[in-house]
């Protein structure tokens, strides 16, 4: 399978709340194609990373390749390794070396939990994902719209837009409720990822199945 900055975003928040009290800081996502480096989190020089009551300036670059075949704990895997790192990085630890004495003390714990993080992860043998296979995944991220007169209507959304158009959401009068969803349903192939406040009208039924279907998500 492969992976897309939804999914990237969606399991740092998860691993970010469950493992380190929500206080790592979110890092741009990039996804890569990288045959030597799984992941890799790099780091802006000039710029200072602080905590949420003093602003936070966006440092950190985190990133994984999709150039392996890889299943979804595997992916999981190497995330947690770049999160240990920016765990070290923003807190200002000073560990030992690159994979030091706390690098591998956290590592350990997290295997512990039934993780396999390693330092060095050899890919011999692993074949190459292929962008036309069915292993990729496609995650959307879904606008669903309700508007006063009862219509419906679902957009695909392009996540760079996402905070925009959030923030326009709650002045338009005609809109009744909304909510936002992700989901890997190929319903969705075929409509283009908007960057503005427009999608498909749907009748209530179709709103009804989609939305109870989808993993909703807190923009």
Known sequence: MQI???????????????????????PTFHIGRSRTQLGSLSYQRGLMWKSPSGGVKNAFTLTLSNFYDQTEYQFRNVLLHEMIHLSIASSGIKDTSAHGVVFRGMMDRFNREGWDIHVRTSMNGTPKAS??????INTYLVLAIEMKDGTHFLSSVNP?????????????RLISRYAWYTTNDRWFEDMPKVRSLRGRKVDAQTFKNKTTTMKALAI
């Open 160 to 172: 760079k837009f996402a905070g925009v158009l959030n923030s326009r959401l709650p002045h338009v």
């Open 4 to 26: 897309d900055i939804i999914w990237l975003q969606d399991n740092f928040r998860q691993f970010n709340s469950r493992y380190f009290g929500g206080l790592l800081p979110t």
């Open 131 to 136: 962008t036309g296979s069915a292993k990729v």
